[in-house]
Each structure stands twice: as C-alpha cells, then as structure tokens.
C-alpha cells in the first residue's frame, strides 16, 4: 500500500524495522480506542471505575489540546477520581508507572489505572518515506492495585530535541510578527537508533544491578517495539536469547507509549507470564526519555 505512493518497498521496510503490518487509525477516535482498553483492563482486574483513585492517561498527540485525554477517558470509564495525562513520548508507560507507584508509596491512592493511547501516524508527513512507514496505532491499559510486584523503576532524560520533533502552530496573536508554521515529525534516524539502544542497555543493566540481579535471572525483557533491529542490538548487548524478548513489532509497528502495554496484555493472554516470573519493561523516545522497570509476578 506504501509503495503505491511512496518510494519504498517491503523489501526496504521489512529486513530494516521488522514492520510488516500496523494499525492505521480511520473514522474512530483516539478517545473511543482509550477508554475501550481501560474498560477491558478494569473488567481483567476485577475493579470497577468507582474503586480508581487516579487515572494517568500517556499520549503525546490527540486532537484535544485541551481538555486532557485523561479526564474525557474518566467520563467514557464512569469515574470519578483525578486523573493526569503525561507525555513522556514513547517512555510514557514506564513513567506512568513510576508516578503511580510514587503514589501507592505516599499512601494515597490504592487503584491506579494507566491508559496508553497514542496515534502516532497521524504526526508524520505521509510523504516522507523515513517516517511515515514506521507507526501504528493502538491503545493499552493496566490497573494497578496494592502489592510490591514493582521492584525497581530507573528513568532517564537527555535533552536532544532536533533528533525527533514535531511543532505545530498556536492561534496567532497580534503581538506575533515572524511566520509560523506547522512542522510534522522531524527525525534523525541514525541518532535515535544510537541513542535507544544505549539509553535501554544502561536502564536494564541499573535496574538489574540494584536488585542484585543479571540478565540471566530475568525471564522476559519486554521493549519498546520501535524497530527489530534496536531490540537485537540490545538483546546482543544483554547476551540473552531471542525467546525472552516478546516481539509484535511486526503486526503493530511503532505505537509509541502504547507499545509497552499492548505488548504485555498480548503476553499475558497467550499464557507467556507465570506467577513468579522477572519481567523487565523498558522503553525510549522522543525527548530524549527512557525507563525501566523491574516487575515480578
Ligand atoms: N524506503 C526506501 N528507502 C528509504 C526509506 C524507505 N521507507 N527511508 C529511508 N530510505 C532511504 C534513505 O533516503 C537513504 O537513502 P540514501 O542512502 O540514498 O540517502 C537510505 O534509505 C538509508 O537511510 P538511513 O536513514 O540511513 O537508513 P537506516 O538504516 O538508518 O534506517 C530507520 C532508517 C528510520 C529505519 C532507522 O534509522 C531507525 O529505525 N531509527 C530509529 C527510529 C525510531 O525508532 N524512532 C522512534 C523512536 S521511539
């Protein structure tokens, strides 16, 4: 379908990003798509809406800039707890995590309920070949309840902002002289690639070394599915093998923070997770940002 109007092939698509297939976002919105997942994630939990005490929505665009995907979500869900939307790019589920667990600790929330939603191919120009075929759309949720299943979370931030942006223009003012315009996903290809591997390899390796743990006590790495070849190259680095690294990088492309949770809800419905297991997520973007979290089932 791509290369219908763009330069490219699968052949150049495939053995480069691992991408086969993504899901395109049409007629539906981004908020439908949400609150759909958190309404599956609260039934899984057996919790209702009434028994949340947060909501953190991650999204980096929507067509809201006001009001919060979060509040419109707690609307669609029926509750009535506050609820915050961050944009940690595609690192939002780890940073969502660590501001629920920073909560849980404080004492004041029991059920937290964490919302990915994101559509990212709708910031690219669909032109530009070096963007355009990465993304996909989705949307993933997870309720959190008391427990210390959170072993450790490690976040990082390295302001790099001309390697992945996109800018878009406010109302004008009379006050502004000089021409704005829209800028649509601008990114540095090699640059991020770099910095993703780096930035992930030294998360999980902190996260690990703080739990007194290797790699090799780890059952399953779960990354950020931006591209096959970032998720072998850490691989590589961790010396662990293929089969601890879940993938659906094929069938859903690059869906931002949403990646990290659609990716664990698709491993714990085919019976990959057992009671027990060490689950280490960890995920990067735009900013730069990247985390890590060490899960124990
Ligand atoms: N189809 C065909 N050719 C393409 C193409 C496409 N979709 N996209 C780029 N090319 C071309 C380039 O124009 C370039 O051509 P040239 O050599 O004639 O100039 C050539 O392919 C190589 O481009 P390059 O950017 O060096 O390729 P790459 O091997 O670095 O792969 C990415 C590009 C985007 C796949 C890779 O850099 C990547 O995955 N980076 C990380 C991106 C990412 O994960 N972003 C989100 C982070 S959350």
Redo the contacts with the bound molecule.
């Keep these: 379908m791509l290369a219908e109007f763009?330069?490219?092939?699968d052949e150049?698509?495939y053995p480069?990003?691992g991408v086969k297939s993504r899901y395109v976002i049409s007629d539906e919105k981004l908020e439908e798509m949400a609150i759909e997942a958190a309404n599956k994630a609260l039934a899984d939990a057996g919790i209702t809406a009434a028994e949340l005490d947060y909501i953190i929505c991650s999204n980096v665009v929507n067509e809201y800039i006001t009001p919060q995907l979060s509040c419109i979500i707690q609307g669609g869900i029926g509750a009535t707890c506050p609820c915050i939307d961050i944009n940690c790019?595609?690192a939002g589920f780890i940073y969502a995590l660590d501001i629920a667990e920073s909560q849980y600790r404080a004492g004041r929330v029991r059920n937290v309920l964490i919302v990915c939603a994101e559509e990212p191919t709708r910031m690219p120009d669909w032109a530009d070949?070096?963007t355009s075929?990465?993304f996909g759309d989705g949307a993933g949720a997870a309720v959190l309840t008391g427990g210390d299943n959170i072993k450790g979370i490690s976040l990082s931030s390295a302001s790099a902002t001309d390697k992945?942006y996109q800018k878009r223009t406010l109302q004008p003012t009379p006050y502004i002289t000089k021409e704005e315009i829209d800028i649509p996903l601008q990114?540095k290809?090699?640059d991020?690639?770099k910095f993703?591997v780096k930035a992930s390899s030294t998360d999980i390796t902190k996260i690990l070394a703080q739990n007194n743990l290797t790699a090799n006590d780890v059952d399953h790495i779960l990354l950020?599915q931006?591209?096959i070849?970032?998720i072998h190259a850490i691989r590589d680095f961790l010396k662990q093998p293929d089969d601890k690294f879940p993938v659906n990088i094929e069938s859903h492309g690059?869906s931002s923070s949403s990646s990290c949770p659609i990716l664990l809800d698709e491993c714990r419905r085919n019976g990959r997770l057992l009671p027990g297991d060490k689950i280490v997520l960890s995920a990067?973007?735009?900013g730069f940002v990247s985390g890590a979290a060490l899960i124990e089932l």
């Excluded at 763009?6 to 092939?9: A, N």
């Design positions: 763009l330069d490219t092939s150049w698509i480069r990003t790019a595609c070949r070096s075929v990465l992945l990114m290809g090699q991020v690639f993703a950020h931006a591209n070849r970032i690059n990067f973007g735009a």
